[in-house]
C-alpha cells in the first residue's frame, strides 16, 4: 500500500505530466495568439486603404467646385486703363465669387487645379476713340486663344468672348489687354473676367 502510494503521489510524475499539459495549452495560446495577430494587421491595411480612398474621394469632391467672377477696378474705383504700347496683363481686383481660389487677384491669373474642361467669359467695356479701341485676348500659358475687340470713334461698347478650353493641372489662363487700346470699368463692373470648371476629365 505504502509503495503503491508513493507511486501514485511521485512528484516527479505529477510535475512532468502537468508542464506537458501546460506546454499544449500555452502552444494553443500562441498559435491563437498569432492568427490574432495576423488578422488585426490584415484588417488595419485593409482599413488603411480604405481611409486613402475615402481621404481621395473627398479631395476629387472638392477639387470639383471651381468657379471665380471679377470685375476690373477695386471697390469704389472708376477710370481708363491703358493705352499701353505693348500687349499688358489686366488684373481684375474686384472679386465677385472665387470657390476653389484658382483665381488670383493679385495677378490676375486663374491657374487650373485639376485637369478638365472650363469655360471662360470676358466682358470688355471702351468709350470710343477715334484712335484707341477697346480690347483684350485670353491667352493660355501665354498664347492667345480668343480676342474681345471693338473700335469706335465715340459713345461706349462692350465687346465680349468666350472660350471652352481643355486645361491640365497647373495651366495658367489670363487677359492681356490690347496694345494702344484702353479699357473702361466703374462701380458698375463692365469689364469683368469669369470662369468655371465644366467637368473634370
Ligand atoms: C495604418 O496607418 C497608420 C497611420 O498612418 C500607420 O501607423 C500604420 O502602420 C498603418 N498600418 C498598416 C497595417 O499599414
Same mark, same amino acid.
Given at each position: ?77 472708376? +477710370? ?23 483665381? $488670383? ?31 483684350? +485676348? ?47 470699368? $466703374? ?15
Amino acid at each position: 500500500f505504502f509503495v503503491k502510494l508513493c507511486f501514485f503521489f511521485d512528484p516527479h510524475t505529477v510535475n512532468t505530466k502537468g508542464l506537458e499539459v501546460q506546454k499544449k495549452e500555452f502552444d494553443k495560446l500562441k498559435e491563437q495568439h498569432q492568427a490574432h495577430a495576423e488578422e488585426l494587421l490584415r484588417v488595419q491595411t485593409r482599413a488603411n486603404v480604405t481611409e486613402k480612398q475615402v481621404e481621395a474621394l473627398r479631395r476629387e469632391g472638392e477639387v470639383k467646385k471651381v468657379a471665380f467672377s471679377a470685375s476690373l477696378l477695386a471697390s469704389g474705383n472708376q +477710370g481708363e486703363t491703358g493705352p499701353f504700347n505693348t500687349r499688358t496683363p489686366l488684373v481684375f481686383r474686384h472679386v465677385v465669387s472665387n470657390i476653389g481660389n484658382a483665381y $488670383n487677384p493679385n495677378t490676375g491669373f486663374f491657374t487650373a487645379p485639376v485637369k478638365g474642361a472650363y469655360h471662360f467669359e470676358f466682358y470688355i467695356f471702351g468709350h470710343g476713340h477715334a484712335s484707341y479701341p477697346a480690347a483684350a +485676348g485670353l491667352t493660355r500659358n501665354g498664347e492667345h486663344i480668343f480676342i474681345a475687340y471693338e473700335h469706335q470713334p465715340s459713345h461706349g461698347a462692350n465687346s465680349a468672348n468666350g472660350v471652352t478650353l481643355l486645361l491640365e493641372v497647373g495651366d495658367v489662363i489670363f487677359l492681356r489687354q490690347w496694345q494702344n487700346s484702353r479699357i473702361y470699368d $466703374n462701380i458698375y463692373c463692365h469689364t469683368t473676367f469669369s470662369g468655371h470648371l465644366l467637368f473634370t476629365m
